[in-house]
Structures are given as C-alpha cells and as structure tokens.
C-alpha cells in the first residue's frame, strides 16, 4: 500500500464505473414505502447485540421506525400531499422530493418550510434525522460545488452529480461529522486512530481507515455523507481532512447500531420510541475504498471551515422547523395531563405553561426572521439567514421545556399502569378508582401519562434531549464564535466618544457648619 505523500502533486478525480452510475439515467423517482424496504436489505455490514443484521426492514429491533418512513414516504404518492411534497425538476420533469428542491425564490424556500411543517407534524417532532432535513443538506453541497470545483478541479462536479444521484433516487441520507471519543486531550497527528484519515491515494481513489460517530439513521438510510464538525476542521495533519459520500453497504464499512430505545418487554407501548427510534450508530472504515467520483473535498482545513456552514444553511433552517414541532407537542402533552389532574388553573402551571408556548412562538419567529434575511449564495440558490443565535437558543432551553413537563406530571410519570394491567381482572376495579384523573378514566390517563414519560424520561426521551443539546455542536464553541463575530463597531465608537471626553467636576456643595 502507498502511504499518502503530502508532498507530491495531489492527484485528481478518475472517470470510473462509479463515475458513471452517478451520472446515468433519470433514477428511480420518488421512493414508495415498498422500495424503501428492499433497498435497505442491501448487503451491508450491520450489527446490533453482537448480531449481523441481515434484514433490516423485518428485524423487530427496526421494523417499527423503518414502517412509520415507510408510511411517510408513502404520503409523497397521495393527493393530497403530492403537490406540497414533490416538485417538477424542470432539466429533467421528474417529479422529486420537495426536500431536494434547490430554493432560488422566497416562495420555493417557503414552500420548502410548509413540505418540512408537513412531514414534522406527522412525526411529532421526533424525526431529527427526517429526509426531509438530509436532504437540504445535499441541496448545500450541490450549492457549495463552485467553491469546490475552484479548490480541486473535478471536486464540484463529483458534489453535483452526488446531488443528483441523491434527489433523482430519492435517497434517504445520514452523515457522520464527529469524531470517536477517545483521548479528545491528544491530537490525532499523534494518535491516528483519534481521527478517520486518508490512508493513500490511488487511480481508483482514496483509502481511509477511522471510524465516525454519532451516526444518526445510518442503520436506517441509503447512503451517508462524511464531513467535519467544526470542532474538527482545523486539522494539525492534512490527512485527516476529507469529504465524500458512499452507499451503507460499501465493502470494508461496518456499522454498529447501539440498544433500541422502542422495546416493550414489561406491557408499555412505547409508540414514539419504536415508532421514531432513528438510530445512532458507529461507523468503523476498514480500509475502504472512496471512488474518486465520491471524493468533494480533500486536504484543505479552511475549506471544510467555511463549506461547514454553507451546506448546512438549509438543514439549519429546516432544524428548527422540527424543534417547533417538538416544543408544540411537549406542550400540548404538558396542557393534557395539567388538565387530567386538575392542575390547569393553577397560576403557577399556567405560568410554565406560557413559557414552554414562548418558546414555541420564538421558534416560529426564528424562521420568520431566517426567511426575512435570506440572501443569494454565489450559485444562485437562495439561503436562509444566519441562525446561530437561535440555535444556541434552542439548546439552552432543551432542559426548561423537558423540566416543565416534568414538573407538571410530577410523580404520576412514574406510576402508571401497564396495558397488561389494565386488562387484569384482580387489579382493574383498583386501577379505576385510585388512578383515573379528572374527567378522564384510567386507561386513557395512563396512556397519556406513559407518552409524556416517553417524550421526558425514558430511555427514548433522554435520548431526545440530549440530541437537542448537543446536535446542533458544542454549545461554548458556537457562543464563542457567536461572540467573535457579533458586529459591536457602532456601539463601540459611541462608548469610546463618551469616555474620552473629560467629565466636568461637580461644583462643590457648602455644608453648613
């Protein structure tokens, strides 16, 4: 094997079969729930338990979530929905997922907003991951292909004909930003295996070696996307520098699912945990092969700095079309049971009620202002503004929304029973006296009550939460950077105006004796 020489000429992209897969025929067209189910049991490397998973869409561990897509890709068919799901490519007149739609008006932007309200509402705010949201991403690195093409000849074109391999198939995607947690006090120059690294160029490619986490949908989607967080960016080592895309089943790629949160193994449903469980995986790269065709950017730290926040301006904006959706069913949850027990009136749960509906209207007025300062990128598509304050926002009032919730249930989140229970004869007349709510019975009390332990305290709703903390990056960095770039010039000037000018003393007073 050739190890990477830095020093030598990079090489550039090859034509090869992958080249030309990419680039060939219109596609699939938009996917069915059917399609979507076979397409999964590709042949990749799957594990769960210490098990290889040979059919994802049949596996109990998966079925659930991978029927709730089904069922959801299935909508782009209806129509009712087709219209506001789908759009007409006009190079090709397919008609495309609405989330693949390159905005270049404020109308297409908005219409993609209302395509992304749709398909949130219907999973209540608990798909992160949606298609929805990774194809916008797609969408930035089909617009970032010029600065690509201008680093790296060969590079923007691979980041289109991806794009378009992408939205002509339908594909539902994942990416895979951070790096494994293993010694974060150490550089990965000094310990590769810190960090996924090119192994050697060729005429085939790159190889790379490493592993990515938190992989989230890997287990779930067609393909993943391979870039850096922003923490990452700035590499010591070159090497360690890349881009690229590949399909979940490429040889050498293994993927290692963590524990499902969707069980039921002691009568509880868990409807939103099997129904939205999107799965986080570890993504290990033994040596596998990048096609040139998939490479978009390679060696170039300040690249990948600035391309981080150009890809992800619509999924950024898309993000919090989801968090709304999430706040407005943690309150809506938090109004029902407030109202199950009797609690609805009380000033001070009335007051956490309007905050938790603040939060929600905030959210909303984030993406008002997002399209208000939407600006014309260099490609000509049309981006949304900057949201880095509300997404510091949003992660900074995860834990209030969550605690309201909590609050308000209080202990009747712990001590509810099961569906078992509720259908035992001994324990029924029990069940109906002692914990029913107001104007409610036990059985609908208890379903209401398991939901809101589900979005808050199980294993599911930990999960929730955390992701809202930590995916949108690292909280201190982004006030950080927040601070560094604020424009505070202005005000700035007017202060240093006021003190350089010597304040007048005060005339003395007399004081009487």
């Known amino acids: 094997m050739t190890r990477l020489d830095t020093s030598a000429p990079a090489k550039g992209p090859t034509t090869g079969p992958a080249k030309e897969q990419l680039a060939k025929g219109p596609g699939k067209g938009l996917l069915t729930g059917d399609r979507y189910r076979a397409e999964l049991n590709d042949g990749r490397e799957l594990y769960l338990d210490g098990a290889r998973v040979t059919d994802t869409a049949a596996h109990p561990a998966f079925k659930p979530a991978v029927d709730e897509l089904a069922r959801l890709l299935d909508l782009q068919h209806d129509p009712a929905h087709h219209e506001l799901l789908t759009w007409k490519d006009p190079d090709t007149g397919a008609r495309l997922a609405r989330g693949y739609q390159p905005p270049r008006t404020l109308e297409e932007l908005r219409v993609q907003r209302r395509s992304a309200e ?70 990965p120059v000094d310990d590769p295996d810190l960090a996924l690294r090119v192994l050697e160029e060729n005429d085939q490619g790159i190889v790379v070696r490493g592993a990515k986490q938190l992989t989230t949908l890997a287990p779930l989607a067609h393909e993943v996307l391979v870039y850096l967080s922003a923490s990452f960016t700035q590499r010591r080592g070159e090497q360690f520098v890349v881009w690229f895309a590949l399909p979940l089943n490429t040889p050498g790629l293994v993927t290692l699912c963590r524990e499902p949160l969707g069980s039921s193994p002691w009568g509880h449903a868990h409807p939103l945990g099997a129904r939205f469980d999107e799965q986080d995986a ?217 003190i350089d000018v010597p304040a007048q003393p005060a005339a003395p007073q007399e004081v009487s004796p």
């Open 118 to 187: 749709f398909w949130h509402a219907e999973s209540l705010g608990q798909h992160g991951r949606s298609p929805a949201f990774m194809a916008s991403i797609a969408v930035g690195v089909h617009d970032f292909r010029h600065q690509l093409e201008n680093a790296r000849p060969g590079f923007g074109a691979n980041a289109e004909a991806w794009y378009r391999h992408c939205a002509a198939n339908d594909l539902v995607l994942s990416h895979a930003l951070g790096d494994p947690q293993i010694d974060r006090s150490t550089d």
């Open 282 to 498: 570890m993504l290990f790269f033994d040596d596998v092969t990048v096609p040139w065709d998939r490479v978009f950017l390679l060696r170039d730290g300040e690249l990948a700095r600035r391309g981080l926040g150009r890809i992800n301006a619509w999924s950024a904006y898309i993000g919090h079309v989801r968090y709304r959706e999430r706040l407005r069913t943690l309150l809506a949850t938090a109004t029902l049971v407030a109202e199950s027990i009797g609690v609805d009136g009380f000033r001070n749960i009335q007051e956490d009620l309007g905050r938790l509906a603040g939060y929600a209207e905030l959210t909303e007025l984030f993406l008002d202002a997002a399209e208000a300062r939407a600006t014309v990128t260099d490609s000509g598509l049309l981006a949304p503004g900057d949201t880095a304050a509300s997404r510091v926002w949003s992660a900074e009032v995860a834990e209030s929304a969550v605690a309201i919730v909590r609050g308000i249930g209080a202990s009747g989140l712990l001590m509810q029973p099961t569906e078992n229970d509720l259908a035992h004869p001994r324990l029924r007349p029990h069940l109906d006296r002692y914990m029913r709510g107001r104007g409610i019975d036990a059985e609908r009390k208890s379903r209401l009550f398991r939901l809101a332990w589900e979005l808050t305290g199980d294993a599911f709703g930990q999960r929730q939460h955390l992701y809202e903390y930590v995916h949108r990056g690292d909280l201190a960095r982004n006030r950080i950077n927040l601070y560094k770039r604020y424009d505070q010039s202005a005000v700035r000037e007017r202060l240093e105006r006021l």
